[in-house]
């Protein structure tokens, strides 16, 4: 039995060589046109060979693994394999198809770029030769007693494993040329591509979360996952190159920005708010803590067009940076059988935010896992008061089966209020943070001098116009939330202790506050025990979605 997919590494060999080849149809293309991609295994051989230890042997194992692919759609998404011949005087595009016909079984009239088993040959020997040096494969002609070619070949039978990188993983000889070997290696490269444990959390959300709600026409897959981290990740996609997704974002930092308040924009601009997590997303319609976008396909547009963020001009422009790029031709045209287009970034991007679950919490192994020693004792008590006299729980909800830890309302907390009234009548010196921990006091007017003035947060009003959503935010979900510092939508508290003391104390008490905020008058052991129980909330595979998305090369192919 070989070993488990995952279980060993696969080191990269050398480079793939590119070089001119002729399809099953007689089309002219590059070798390189069939990688990238996916996956690739790719065979030398010429079609009358009648060794049987030979060219025969890595065709019939290729149908072996093509069938063994059949078992398993999504790794046979991720995957192509290649047959190139090293015979180009005889095995032409018309005897290249009746192979394909004949061994295979797989029809080339089929679109080129979706055939699953390519067959090729070449022009020449002279274009072949290019080829064969860069794979060191070698392949000498028989020749009779007179010296003349027989048209039978020596060579050393040789088939190569090649990631979408365009990099060889294994070259497998006859002595372990094994469907089950190959098969594994390939799962072995998917899962340093995109984990299909992803999907798997998709379709079977971590304990403590309800299903996702997917689009019906949009199921999601590997190639629409890894498009879309690779569009999170990518620098290129603003208008100077300089910023992603992910940098306001951080996988590390909970899918947040931990070392200041907000995030900073396009040309080191402050932005107004902090950059709430995207652990669980796939729940948080509507979007933005204004909730201004419904749909997760459309949010990640706001962030690419806004002039402070990633400062795109036009969705045209934002488009053509990505069809300029040529390592996402094939990657869209395996995730949507198209050329980047809007809908199709939307898409891929939603498809890879929907993965980022995480729950199966201390807190939820102990409250829908029945396990009674998963949560200690002052957690126990903090969720006491959380459910409680705390009522926490009123605007962040705990279901029978399932807690999103929100009530996608919106709520003035005063938090917003204060920021306004505050920059009002201030007239003393203003608390700058200079670094992460570090600030210091300069006045109103030096700080006016060096940008724009600053404007009033309105909140929801901003998305609706409507007088009465004036301050009002979205109530944020609480898991992970030990890992999501600075606190409420402007980043202004530091510490989870901060925000149940700034509760305690009834938040900013103005005409416009929420009824439900009034002080709690908790006891010193009462703000820890809740600090302890929002601790409980962090989810056990944080670290698997942060290797996940730092397994793609950011900005490259």
Avoid at 16 to 37: E, K, Q, S
Avoid at 246 to 272: I, K, S
Avoid at 359 to 369: E, I, L, Q, T, Y
Wanted: with cysteine.
């Amino acid at each position: 039995m070989p070993p488990a997919p995952g279980s060993y590494a696969l080191p990269p060999i050398q480079p793939a060589a590119d070089g001119a080849v002729i399809d099953a149809d007689g089309t002219p293309r590059r070798l390189f046109d069939y990688l990238g991609d996916r996956d690739i295994l790719l065979s030398f051989v010429y079609t009358r060979c009648t060794d049987t230890e030979g060219c025969p042997l890595a065709t019939g194992v290729l149908e072996m693994v093509r069938e063994g692919l059949a078992k398993d759609p999504e790794l046979a998404a991720m995957v192509r394999l290649v047959t190139l011949s090293f015979d180009p005087e005889r095995d032409s595009p018309g005897a290249m198809r009746r192979y394909a016909l004949h061994a295979g079984g797989i029809d080339p009239g089929t679109r080129w770029n979706e055939r699953p088993w390519v067959f090729l040959t070449t022009a020449s020997r002279a274009r072949l030769q290019p080829i064969l040096d860069g794979y060191g494969q070698s392949v000498v002609r028989e020749l009779d007693a007179a010296g003349r070619p027989t048209g039978d070949f020596t060579h050393v039978l040789k088939v190569f494993l090649i990631d979408r990188r365009k990099r060889v993983r294994n070259i497998y000889s006859t002595s372990f040329l094994h469907p089950a070997i190959a098969l594994n290696d390939l799962k072995t490269l998917a899962l340093e591509e995109v984990d299909p444990r992803a999907l798997g959390r998709v379709r079977h959300p971590p304990r403590g979360l309800p299903p996702v709600p997917l689009p019906a026409d949009d199921p999601p897959t590997i190639p629409k996952l890894r498009l879309g981290r690779k569009l999170f990740l990518d620098r290129r996609l603003s208008r100077n190159g300089t910023l992603s997704c992910a940098m306001c974002h951080v996988p590390e930092q909970g899918f947040a920005v931990n070392e200041t308040r907000t995030a900073v924009g396009f040309e080191g601009r402050t932005l107004r708010r902090n950059a709430p997590t995207l652990l669980n997303v796939a729940y948080a319609a509507p979007f933005f803590h204004d909730g201004r976008e419904p749909a997760l396909e459309m949010q990640p547009f706001d962030v690419f067009l806004n002039p402070d963020e990633m400062a795109a001009p036009s969705l045209g422009a934002l488009v053509e940076t990505v069809r300029s790029l040529p390592d996402y031709a094939p990657l869209f045209e395996a995730a949507f059988r198209a050329q980047p287009g809007v809908e199709a970034i939307g898409r891929s991007i939603a498809a890879y935010l929907r993965t980022l679950l995480s729950a199966n919490s201390p807190f939820d192994r102990w409250r829908f896992g029945k396990d009674g020693a998963a949560l200690g004792a002052a957690a126990q008590r903090g969720f006491a008061l959380f459910t409680g006299r705390g009522r926490c729980a009123s605007c962040h909800r705990i279901g029978d089966d399932a807690a999103l830890f929100t009530d996608h309302q919106f709520h003035d907390t005063g938090v917003a209020w204060f920021a306004a009234e505050t920059r009002r009548t201030e007239t003393g010196p203003v608390t700058v943070q200079l670094a992460p921990g570090v600030t210091a006091p300069l006045s109103r007017a030096a700080v006016d001098s060096v940008g724009g003035p600053a404007a009033n947060d309105l909140g929801r009003y901003e998305a609706t116009g409507d007088p009465a959503d004036r301050f009002r935010i979205k109530t944020p979900t609480l898991r992970n939330v030990a890992l999501t510092a600075p606190y409420m939508h402007d980043g202004s508290l530091s510490t989870l202790r901060e925000v149940v003391e700034f509760y305690d104390r009834g938040a900013r008490p103005h005409e416009g506050l929420d009824p439900i905020l009034k002080p709690l008058d908790l006891r010193e052991g009462e703000v820890d025990d809740l600090v302890t129980f929002l601790e409980s909330l962090t989810g056990d595979n944080i670290d698997e979605l942060v290797r996940d998305a730092r397994s793609e090369a950011v900005g490259n192919p």
